[in-house]
């Protein structure tokens, strides 16, 4: 009894806190009126800042005040407005006024609450995709409202089957989190294990779908994101439509898409819309852009501080020429560029656009053509490091290019201790290390290992649409066909 | 839990023990075998090839019997055949062999190194730095291991294109005539050419890791063949390349092969086919590593991890002990009498034992 008695005090107690609590702020506001025809005295309670004066003043109020109600119960007939609520439990009474409902009291009805929707939306207007801009194809990219980017992915997926499933993450942010998948299609232990992941997540506040990326990743200490993030909604459109899940968390206007695998970082949406011999080269330009990207330094630093032998006669004197008045180390002189570059980057990333277009130039032609002249640097390397920068850029997906940015370092660091060998060695790390990375416990390295030949049609290369008529195997979909292949177009003989 | 229970996740598709028989097969000793069977059979050499080749087909259809009579690893097979505790004591035995296997390995390409790129390179720093690199495949279990075999074969397949170069300077009737050497020359040479082919004894440790094992046999003999015509193809190409008096003076044929390389913006091609080599001995060591931690947890119970880590942690302190290239060399020659000794007397032996093991249970 004893107990009974205090949780009881308890519960009073927390009651009585919550309108302590409401008052205190200067935007919490309470109202009361009287109906003309009962003269029952009513009470509007709200958060000012949260709901839409106009819904209140135009819909709720006017047949409050005008038409005949003895309960509570009855505004649910008179109020023009779907979602009314009538509820009993006080505990519930704080989420629903901070979620934008109105909460009307009556004198005469003290037990019952009665709650009318009227949040106010401050939507951005749609904007073209800044990130993923593609030159041809849709122009739409997400926003930050759940309701506006899941209005636009069920525009492209009108069917009944593309369920969305929400939860709140953050015990102070409150954050809503919505995952999409197509039932009958998807894989149900992958969106088991993401809604798994959900509800254990234990945090304060979430910012950002960065924040769900890292809590949700299988290896949180890896450089490699391992969610892919979006912002376009043709894109999750297509990979729903392939057999993935689409995450869209409140407050950010990128998507997120699981499971993933490498290759899927360095393929834009736009491959899809271009020839496919196009894109295939795109794709092969892409990857090529990535290993350069990496290597290149490294490579140039191994060379010229332990294997002068590796290099042809003629090259070596190209080389030595541009190299013969520098008085630093090859590893010194690649470090001064490339942090250099990662400079420029950093501070054209922090200031706004136009000054930071002035820093790209000042910085590339300045502080390039200087440190040369001023026999820092050689030519040489300064054309590798600009180069290699350039191939980091091409990197469709942001958090890759910046990981590959990144990559270089350890390289370099093995190239000076080990030369070539080092270089190999690190290669090495790196295959191991993405050999255990895992997406949602899909292998990361799909689909060159485990190698399924089938899915190499849209990795390196993209072949045609009409080819692809399976959906990647290592996503274990239960209905691997995209479309029957059979019966779809297919090529006429000789003089048919 | 019982420790010879695998977990199906942990398991791998039939056709990966493909990849993991060619990357534990291919190793250091491609690097320089021609001159060794050239020595014994002069030019006749690649028939020992086949020979060994043709034997190594044989043993493994043993070793696909004993798997499938126990349905288990080699320590199931010792305990069927000899009890429980005396199993365990060879089984253990089997861990110094791989360790053995593991160390041979990490010298003889440090010494390749050493002689060809980096004279001073520290072989206790690079042993430690490569163990660890294995350790953390290790942990990531059996199917990471598998994936370091795939890349450890695949990625380092297009230095084979780079031997085209070599055509335009080969003579191909050099290798006439043929059989011009006794039988006994040419199983002199098959002998010798053992220590190449070796490391597909590993099916007995991993048989259990794999799905529907039934299917992996035609990979697994697929593999060995692949191999043997892969060194055949190299020996009869490094006979070409060089005359039979110039091989004798060359220990790296394969390397030397390498020197005639020139691309627009590489000159010494050799240098980077011993960078690669890096790719191509961490399968070996990667799978050996894992058979040996693996041998630990089976016999005495440590943990996996644990064994792992001491096995890494011992092998660049027994390093220290190698100081002279004759040490290598000499270690390498025991450790050649050991494996064929395990590969082709020991496994041979205990089929037998196996068999006549079976018919008694039987009746």
């Known amino acids: 009894m004893v107990i009974l008695m205090s949780i009881w005090d308890k519960f009073k107690k927390k009651n009585e806190d919550w309108k302590v609590l409401l008052k205190q702020s200067t935007d919490y506001q309470s109202t009361y009126y009287i109906n003309k025809k009962t003269n029952n005295r009513f009470g509007f309670h709200f958060f000012s800042t949260l709901i839409d004066e106009q819904i209140i003043q135009e819909s709720a109020l006017p047949p409050l005040l005008n038409e005949e109600f003895k309960t509570l119960d009855d505004i649910k007939k008179i109020v023009p407005i779907a979602d009314v609520q009538i509820l009993e439990d006080t505990t519930k009474i704080e989420e629903k006024l901070l979620n934008g409902y109105v909460m009307i009291t009556m004198d005469s009805d003290k037990k019952k609450y009665a709650f009318v929707a009227a949040q106010k939306e401050i939507v951005r207007s ?9 030159v041809i194809g849709p122009k739409e990219a997400f926003v930050e409202s759940i309701g506006q ?7 492209r997926l009108p069917i009944k089957e593309l369920i969305s499933q929400e939860f709140t993450v953050g015990e102070l942010s409150k954050t809503r989190v919505a995952v999409l998948h197509i039932e009958g299609l998807t894989n149900k232990e992958n969106v088991d294990t993401v809604k798994q992941r959900l509800e254990n997540i234990k945090i304060d506040s979430i910012s950002d779908s960065s924040y769900i990326v890292e809590l949700l990743s299988d290896n949180s200490n890896s450089l490699f ?8 909604p043709d894109r999750v459109a297509a990979i729903l439509a392939e057999g993935k899940i689409a995450i869209i968390v409140d407050g950010s206007p990128h998507v997120l898409i699981a499971p993933t695998t490498l290759i899927e970082f360095f393929s834009a949406f736009e491959d899809y819309f271009l020839n496919w011999i196009i894109a295939s080269f795109f794709r092969l330009v892409r990857v090529f852009a990535v290993f350069f990207s990496i290597l290149v330094t490294p490579i140039y630093v191994a060379a010229l501080t332990y294997h002068f032998e590796l290099v042809p006669a003629d090259l070596l004197g190209t080389l030595v020429t541009s190299r013969r008045a520098i008085p630093l180390p090859p590893i010194l002189e690649a470090l001064f560029l490339e942090l250099t570059i990662e400079l420029l980057r950093e501070a054209g990333a922090r200031l706004p656009t136009k000054v930071g277009q002035t820093i790209g130039i000042v910085g590339g032609i300045v502080i390039g053509t200087a440190s040369v002249e001023a026999g820092l640097t050689s030519n040489v390397l300064l054309i590798f490091v600009a180069l290699g920068a350039l191939a980091s850029f091409t990197t469709p997906v942001y958090k890759m290019s910046n990981t590959i940015r990144v990559l270089r370092f350890p390289f370099l660091l093995f190239a000076q201790i080990w030369g070539m060998l080092g270089i190999v060695f690190c290669f090495c790390i790196l295959t191991a290390h993405l050999l255990r990375l895992t997406s949602l416990g899909r292998p990361f390295l799909a689909p060159i290992y485990p190698l ?5 049609k849209d990795s390196v290369i993209r072949s045609p649409l009409q080819n692809m008529s399976r959906r990647p195997s290592v996503l274990r979909t239960q209905n691997p066909y995209r479309f029957n292949s059979k019966k779809a177009k297919h090529n006429k003989d000789i003089d048919e | 839990m019982d420790s010879h229970v695998v977990p199906e996740t942990s398991k791998v598709s039939p ?24 020595e014994h ?37 010792h305990q069927y055949v000899i ?11 089997l861990i110094i062999y791989f360790m053995l296997y593991i160390l041979v390995i990490l010298l003889n390409y440090i010494q390749v190194i050493q002689i060809w790129m980096f004279p001073d390179l520290s072989t206790f720093w690079y042993t430690l730095a490569f163990m660890a690199l294995c350790t953390y495949v290790v942990f990531g279990g059996f199917r990471t291991v598998v994936g370091v075999s795939f890349f450890g074969m695949v990625l380092p397949a297009y230095l084979l294109i780079t031997l085209v170069f070599t055509f335009r300077y080969s003579n191909f009737t050099q290798i006439l005539p043929i059989l011009d050497h006794s039988l006994i020359d040419l199983l002199t040479a098959s002998y010798h050419m053992s220590l190449t082919f070796v490391g597909f004894e590993i099916i007995l440790f991993v048989y259990p890791f794999i799905k529907e094992p039934q299917k992996s046999k035609k990979w697994a003999h697929l593999a060995v063949l692949v191999t043997t015509l892969f060194y055949t193809f190299l020996a009869i190409l490094t006979f070409a390349y060089f005359s039979e008096g110039q091989l004798q003076k060359t220990v790296w044929a394969t390397l030397s092969m390498w020197q005639i390389v020139q691309l627009p913006f590489v000159e010494r091609f050799e240098y980077i086919a011993v960078a690669n080599w890096n790719l191509i001995i961490l399968p070996n060591i990667c799978l050996s590593l894992w058979v040996a931690s693996r041998l630990i947890k089976r016999t005495i119970h440590l943990k996996q991890r644990k064994g792992t880590v001491i096995i890494a942690a011992i092998i660049p302190l027994i390093t220290l002990l190698f100081k002279t290239g004759e040490q290598v060399q000499k270690l390498s020659e025991i450790t050649q009498k050991i494996t064929f000794g ?18 008694v249970k039987k009746q």
């Open chain 2, 83 to 93: 009890g429980n505790i005396a199993g365990k004591i060879i089984s253990f035995l």
């Open chain 1, 225 to 232: 994101p391992q969610l892919l993030d979006t912002e376009r």
């Open chain 1, 452 to 456: 399924r030949i089938k899915d190499m």
């Open chain 1, 149 to 155: 980017n899941l209005n636009l992915i069920r525009k």
């Open chain 2, 15 to 38: 056709f990966l023990l493909f990849y993991i028989i060619i990357s534990i097969q291919i190793g250091v000793g491609v690097l320089g075998y021609q001159r060794v069977i050239a």
């Open chain 2, 342 to 359: 395990f590969v082709f007397v020991y496994i041979p032996l205990l089929f037998i034992a196996t068999m006549i093991a079976k018919r």
């Open chain 2, 41 to 77: 059979a002069g030019y006749d050499g690649w028939i020992s090839i086949l020979i060994t080749g043709i034997a190594v087909h044989i043993v493994m259809w043993m070793m696909f019997k004993m798997a499938e009579t126990t349905d288990g690893d080699i320590i199931k097979v």
């Open chain 1, 126 to 134: 749609l904007s073209q995709p800044e990130i993923e801009f593609s």
